[in-house]
């Protein structure tokens, strides 16, 4: 599919494969399409495949990684790019509360950044949404956040995802200690449509998106 949408639209296309631990045999899949790219005429390197873990590339095997020409590994986030993370999701609160989001100086977002070691973005996002639907009065307004209540929230809610990647990466785990079969990844997709779908028919007409999402996206 993406060697005809690549020949069709004479645009490059980007294959994103997310979790490729969790059915690291999918390589052998990326190899055969990169390998059809390469003899269509045409195609050239118009298609290109980024696939995405929350392990250490060491867990795959040596032929799981062969269809991958560059692998980079991504640490948790430093002091000065979790300050920055948080100073733009400020900004995108002020567009909708301006006095919320802008209520904490730049001296508390920096203590904040401090506070968040170790957080991953995913969960630095987690804990501004907290603070933020917190901070609701029952007016139907919002009370001013402050850095003590950021200092609560995180007492409650640890990091969590760079431990959990320590702890895999201790425990040695390979791809080749699990099998992964076409049926089982089909089973549970089947399981959680059903879920999706019986969630919406319960949900209420009229019943708006979260709020949230246009917000922070």
């Known amino acids: 599919a993406a060697t005809a949408a690549a020949l069709s639209s004479g645009k490059p296309v980007v294959v994103i494969v997310e979790s490729l631990e969790t ?9 055969r399409c990169l390998r059809e790219v390469a003899v269509a005429e045409g195609a050239g390197s118009a298609v290109f495949v980024v696939a995405t873990m929350s392990v250490d590339p060491e867990r795959l095997q040596e032929s799981e990684l062969s269809s991958f020409g560059y692998v980079i590994r991504l640490g948790a986030p430093g002091q000065v790019e979790r300050k920055q993370f948080l100073l733009r999701l400020l900004a995108q609160v ?48 919002r009370d001013p956040v402050a850095l003590h209540h950021f200092e609560k929230i995180l007492a409650d809610t640890p990091p969590q995802a760079v431990q959990i990647f320590d702890q895999v990466a201790a425990a040695g785990v390979t791809s080749g200690d699990v099998s992964f079969g076409d049926a089982a990844p089909a ?3 089947d399981t959680l449509k059903k879920k999706a779908e019986e969630k919406e028919k319960k949900k209420p007409k009229g019943d708006s998106k979260d709020p949230m999402e246009s917000i922070f996206g």
């Open 187 to 189: 089973a549970g997709q």
């Open 23 to 31: 059915a690291p045999f999918a390589a052998v899949r990326i190899r």
């Open 94 to 141: 002020s567009r909708l509360d301006a006095q919320w989001g802008s209520a904490l100086r730049e001296s508390a977002v920096e203590t904040l950044a401090n506070l968040t070691e170790s957080y991953t973005f995913a969960e630095i996002d987690f804990v501004l949404r907290r603070a933020f639907l917190r901070s609701s009065s029952s007016e139907g307004g």
